[in-house]
């Protein structure tokens, strides 16, 4: 009897209407307290722009360098490049540190092709996946070896920079840079906070062309800020996003880390290829540490290739030989000096006519900060609201901080622009 009830039972356990029934019983989800996470502001930016019908409308929020056609650039020194190494090279895994080639080639673009501390062995380097992921090996880095330091970022910078050291668990600390009165440097508050700092401290500085306010320090001030850093034994990190895109000349644009170095100090280094060359899809860039004793240089190298192992294993080759091919090329690397130029003077161009057409508009307020900053985007001064104004009214979109990417602004759209801009301010 009880053999034909455990048969009756799995019977009906088989039967399709039993597994029917099981399939709708609610099973609670893993996932069903996930929140919906908040838009990336740049990218929400894109999908507004994207959804605007109008013939007319203007993105001026995403950082990528367009040609005064409003079209993307692919340099003529790159695309040599990939014809050179097409078809030469193996598709096998780059060792955890990159291609080596790259780096040194890296090294000596930032730091000088006589640089002491490349010459005396004091420099650690790997490949990285561009600017954010040289900065986020950066904060692991600390949060490893120096888990008590605190980084101090700039008031504003690259929004970007916030989530990179939270994910690393480094805690933040804000310092004094721009100040919105006169839409330039805060020269005396941030030198306020670096000396109240205490010893030892890290700041994140941007090596040139300031994200999201082109404004940089002069030649002197960096004199000044490298001197009471070194005074208080503080670590220097910089992100150098712009090299050569920011003033068209590489060497200008690498003088701060050029002053700390004469200085003697240690520092680190994330580079980007992504604006500079125009790899943005690429992810191509390198982190970097110069010691102050060569004999510390293999340690830590050792210990950048053991953060990045199951970060990510192995870095991209193809934006790796793209650079290296260029750089090792006097033929390339000169050619790709006159590009990257011609970049930073479209840039500065447009800045000039931007300025020009505002005053030309009848605006009674001052408008020589758009010529007085530098690089690929201008901190307008402009609120959230006219922001608003200028999407909802005029079909122009930027980020709600008032950035203007002057990358997106050609000579056909400079005055409508300039106008718009006049509209929502007077």
Not at 241 to 252: E, I, L, P
Request: hydrophobic letters at 35%.
């Amino acid at each position: 009897m009880q053999t034909v009830i455990s048969r009756s039972r799995n019977a009906l356990l088989r039967s399709p209407s039993h597994i029917g029934s099981v399939r709708c019983m609610s099973v609670p989800s893993f996932w069903a307290n996930v929140p919906e996470a908040p838009k990336d502001p740049i990218l929400g930016i894109t999908d507004a722009f994207k959804a605007d019908t109008d013939p007319s409308k203007m993105n001026l929020g995403v950082g990528a360098f367009r040609d005064d056609n409003g079209k993307p650039v692919v340099l003529g020194c790159v695309r040599e490049a990939e014809k050179r190494i097409m078809g030469v090279n193996e598709m096998e895994y780059l060792p955890i540190g990159g291609f080596a080639e790259f780096c040194q080639h890296s090294i000596k673009l930032a730091y000088g092709e006589d640089a002491p501390c490349i010459a005396e062995g004091r420099v650690a380097s790997v490949q990285s996946l561009s600017g954010t992921g040289s900065c986020r090996l950066m904060g692991d880095f600390m949060h490893r070896f120096r888990p008590e330091a605190k980084i101090y970022i700039p008031t504003p910078t690259w929004s970007n920079h916030h989530n990179i050291f939270a994910d690393a668990h480094v805690e933040e600390v804000k310092f004094r840079y721009y100040k919105p009165e006169t839409r330039g440097l805060d020269f005396e508050g941030m030198m306020e906070d670096i000396k109240e700092a205490p010893k030892g401290s890290f700041f994140l500085l941007h090596a040139c062309a300031h994200n999201p306010t082109g404004v940089d320090p002069t030649a002197e001030q960096w004199a000044e800020i490298s001197t009471v850093m070194k005074e208080k034994g503080h670590f220097p990190f910089f992100d150098m996003a712009y090299q050569g895109f920011a003033s068209g000349d590489c060497v200008k644009d690498a003088q701060a880390i050029s002053i700390f170095l004469k200085d003697g100090h240690e520092l680190g280094c994330s580079q980007s290829y992504a604006k500079n060359m125009g790899l943005y899809g690429q992810r191509t860039g390198v982190f970097s540490i110069v010691t102050n004793d060569k004999n510390h240089t293999s340690p830590v190298a050792s210990q950048m290739r053991l953060i990045a192992r199951p970060m990510y294993s192995n870095p991209p080759l193809h934006g790796a030989l793209i650079v290296a091919t260029v750089l090792g090329n006097p033929e390339l690397k000169a050619q790709w000096y006159k590009e990257v130029k011609g970049m930073a003077d479209r840039i500065i161009n447009m800045r000039t006519q931007l300025r020009s057409c505002l005053e030309a508009s009848g605006s009674t307020l001052k408008w020589n900060h758009v010529t007085d900053q530098i690089g690929m985007f201008c901190f307008s001064g402009m609120t959230g609201e006219m922001v608003d104004r200028l999407a909802k009214e005029h079909h122009i979109y930027m980020t709600r901080n008032g950035r203007i990417s002057m990358a997106g602004v050609t000579s056909g759209t400079v005055e409508r622009l300039a106008n718009a801009i006049h509209d929502v301010t007077k």
